[in-house]
Structures are given as C-alpha cells and as structure tokens.
C-alpha cells in the first residue's frame, strides 16, 4: 500500500543551474558604499569619514520631514487649524541646533566654493553626490571631465571644512 502513495520532499525544488543575473533595482542596492572604500584606500582620515557620515545621517533628518507621514487618526477627523509642520520645524532639538550652527553656515559657504564651473560643481553638491548619492569618484570625474584627485581633494577639504564648523 505504500507504494501507491508518492513519497512527498521536503523544502524547495532544485533550481536550473541558469545564471539570472540581478535587476537594476538589485544591483543599485547592492552598490558598495564609497565613504567606507575611500576610508579603506587612505583616501579620507577617520575623522573625515565620521563627518561625512553625520552629513548623510543630517540629510536622512531633513528628508524626513519633506514626505507627508502616514499616521492612524480617530474615524471621524477633529476640526484642527494647525498647519503642516514644515521640515525644519520637525527636527529635535539637538537637530535644530545642529542646523543653525553647523549644516546651514556650512552648507552655505559650500555652494560658493566652485569645483567644477562647466558644468557646473560646487563643493556641496560633490559631497551630497558621494556621501548622500554614493557615486564614486570615478563616475564624478568622468561626469565632469575632473581628475579623479582634484575632486578627492575637494571632498576632503569640503570634509574638513564641516569638522571646523562643527568645533567652533
């Protein structure tokens, strides 16, 4: 009698030996993180990389607060004439004073130094497109026609310059 029975096995069918290879989707999560190989290159100092990572992780805050939050209200809404909270206003208080004394003067004295004036590259925006867009050096270079080690120089001079903002 049991031999009429088919044995059942256990856990997933065996895969073809087929190569699929990755979505784009998956590959750009998979992309290394560049802050992290220019700190194993000897490219940025340790105290370079600790800057750039709180500028990624004062960015994410900013953000935040851009996108409307889905929160769970009551069935029936009560009347309220409080206006949307504005992105800055929805920061703590230890990110407001971060914003106000560090990131915005910062920020502000990285637009005006000019890496790259066709097209054009302020300092800001190569460090939010490598520390917040994790573009490598290379692709930069290659985007604005640079040498690979004017703009290293810049990220690391732009690095510095967050690191004396935030000592002072």
Same mark, same amino acid.
């Given at each position: 009698m049991t031999e009429?029975?088919?044995v059942r096995k256990r856990g997933r069918?065996?895969?073809a030996e087929e190569f699929v290879a990755p979505t784009p989707e998956t590959r750009a999560k998979l992309q290394r993180d560049q802050v992290s190989d220019l700190l194993k290159q000897g490219e940025l +100092? %340790?105290?370079?990389e600790r800057a750039a990572r709180k500028i990624h992780s004062f960015s994410l805050a900013l953000q935040r607060g851009m996108?409307?939050?889905?929160?769970?209200?009551p069935a029936a809404p +009560? %009347?309220?004439k409080e206006l949307p909270q504005a992105p800055l206003e929805r920061l703590d208080e230890h990110d407001d004073a971060?914003?106000?004394?560090?990131?915005r003067p910062w920020a502000g004295a990285m637009r005006m130094r000019i890496v790259s004036r066709q097209p054009p590259l302020s300092s800001f925006r190569l460090v939010d497109s490598i520390v917040n867009e994790?573009?490598?050096?290379?692709r930069i270079s290659a985007q604005y026609d640079l040498p690979k080690d004017r703009i290293l120089k810049s990220l690391r001079s732009a690095l510095d310059s967050y690191i004396s903002y935030k000592r002072e």
């Open positions: 009429l029975i088919p069918p065996k895969r +100092t %340790p105290d370079q996108f409307p939050q889905s929160r769970i209200r +009560t %009347p309220s971060h914003w106000s004394q560090v990131y994790n573009f490598s050096a290379d």
